[in-house]
Structures are given as C-alpha cells and as structure tokens.
C-alpha cells in the first residue's frame, strides 16, 4: 500500500464480536485528540495544586514585626515609714513588713506591657489600703492611728538601646507620668490634748524618666531591674526595683524582688512624706 509522504499508517485492530472477527481502524488523530480532552480537564486541578504549594512555601511574618503584650499581676508586701500630716495633725510612722500593727486591708496591683520591636508602651497601677495603729502623735496625745488609701497609675513609654532577642537580653530608657490619689485618715487619742480624728483626700501627677533591663542567666533564670525619679507635683519621687524570676514552659514567669518607692508631697496643709518598700511576687503572662 502506497503511503502519502507526512501521513501516519493506519494501524488495524481486530475484535471479535459474537464469534465474528471484524477489523476497525484506529485514528492516530483520535488519540491525539482524547489527550488533549483529558489534559484541559485536569488543567484547573493541577493549577489549585500549584496555587497551594505556592501558598505554603511563602515566608510568614518576622515576629519582631508583629506586637508583644505581657501582662503580671503582683502582690507588693509593704512596709511604711516617713511623716503624714494634715494640720494641724502630723505623726510619724514606721512600719515594717514583719510588725504586726500594719494592715493591708485590700489591694490590687499589676503591670501591663505592649511591645513592638524596639519601641515599648508599659502602664503599672496599684491600688491599696494601708493602716497601721502605731504612728507616733507626740507627747500631747496618748496614741493614734493611721490609714492610707493609695491608687498609682504609671503610663509610660520606652525604648530599648539594646536588644538581644536570642538571650532575652535587653536595657533601655522609660518616660511617663506617676498619677496618686491618695486618701488620708488620721486619729489621734487623748491625752494632755483631746483626741481629734481628720480625713483629706489629694491628688497629683509627677513626671518621671528612668531606665529598665532584663538578662538571662540560663535559659529558664532571668534578672531584671527598674529605677526612675521625677517630680512636678510632689517635690521628689523616685522609684527602685530588683528582682528574678523563672519561666515556666513560653508563656509564664514566676517573678520576686524588692521595690521601694519614695514620695515627698508637702502642698496646702497636706503632708505625705513617705517611703513604701517591701518584696513582691507577680506572676507574668504572655501572649
């Protein structure tokens, strides 16, 4: 059989249908023809698995891009000392954290961190009720007793010079304001003079600028410290902080140190001339 030059053979197929054998060719232009009817249909399914491995080879976001909050609840067990007054009362008081006479009747205390690579958005607020029935009125009075109703709130900004994500390691620059409110309830007993009882309430709000850091000793043990000083509305404050703590699995921090914060506001008849010191444990969580 003579071929056309370019053409294919024709290839011929033989079946057998009921005990009869019959011979079909077989179109090499058919098969072409069925491979590209099944090459369009699995054209999208190919194209949805592509799309999807493109999807998770991408790089996810750096984590140093992204914001960081923490937030740790404390209990600060404090002790008292300095001079409250409001005239004509005054006492002197001083109180340790051992002695019995000192009462923490409620308190609320906790630090709440946003963090975004290096720039650092931290507000701390305290809110407690102190007395103690052991303040020193003077030789005209036969006893007294002292109760103090203090709210602090701390907002403040930062920066950190340093940062070493890798060891946890960091140091840098805080400036804000220290809002108090404070509640002052003096009793004095008779004595050559009688007793006298006065309550005054007052509030105010220094500027304050400070440092802060934090390393790690071991993967799991930390040291951390905080120290500011300011002023505007009371004469002096400052503020010191040291401490570790130990972290528990990537989210929880068991925190200890030592605080002491010293105020001196001394305006209109109101003296609050105190020191308040004492170790706290906080808990801190991240997420």
Do not use: C
Request: proline content about 6%; overall charge neutral; glycine content about 14%.
């Amino acid at each position: 059989m003579a071929l056309v030059q370019g053409q294919q053979p024709v290839q011929p197929v033989s079946k057998n249908v009921t005990g009869l054998t019959v011979t079909e060719k077989v179109e090499p232009d058919r098969d072409a023809g069925t491979a590209n009817i099944f090459a369009r249909a699995s054209a999208p399914l190919l194209e949805t698995i592509n799309a999807g491995g493109s999807d998770a080879k991408q790089p996810q976001a750096d984590p140093a891009d992204q914001w960081h909050f923490q937030f740790t609840p404390y209990l600060w067990i404090v002790g008292i000392s300095g001079r409250a007054g409001l005239s004509p009362l005054a006492v002197d008081v001083n109180t340790g954290i051992t002695d019995s006479d000192i009462q923490l009747n409620f308190g609320f205390m906790g630090t709440f961190e946003a963090r975004k690579k290096r720039i650092v958005i931290l507000t701390d607020l305290q809110f407690s009720n102190l007395g103690t029935d052991r303040p020193s009125p003077g030789p005209l009075f036969s006893g007294a007793s002292a109760d103090f109703k203090t709210f602090i709130l701390e907002p403040q900004v930062g920066y950190r010079i340093f940062d070493n994500p890798e060891k946890e390691a960091f140091f840098g620059v805080l400036g804000g304001v220290r809002y108090w409110h404070l509640k002052t309830d003096l009793t004095v007993n008779a004595g050559v003079l009688p007793g006298v009882t006065a309550s005054r309430s007052r509030g105010w709000v220094d500027g304050i600028a400070g440092v802060r850091g934090k390393t790690n000793l071991t993967p799991r043990f930390f040291v951390t410290g905080e120290a500011d000083l300011g002023g505007g509305g009371s004469n002096l404050t400052y503020h010191l902080f040291g401490g570790g703590g130990f972290l528990v699995g990537r989210r929880y921090a068991l925190i200890a140190g030592y605080r002491y914060l010293d105020v001196n506001y001394n305006k209109d008849r109101f003296l609050f001339d105190m020191a308040l010191q004492g170790p706290l444990f906080g808990l801190g969580i991240k997420f």
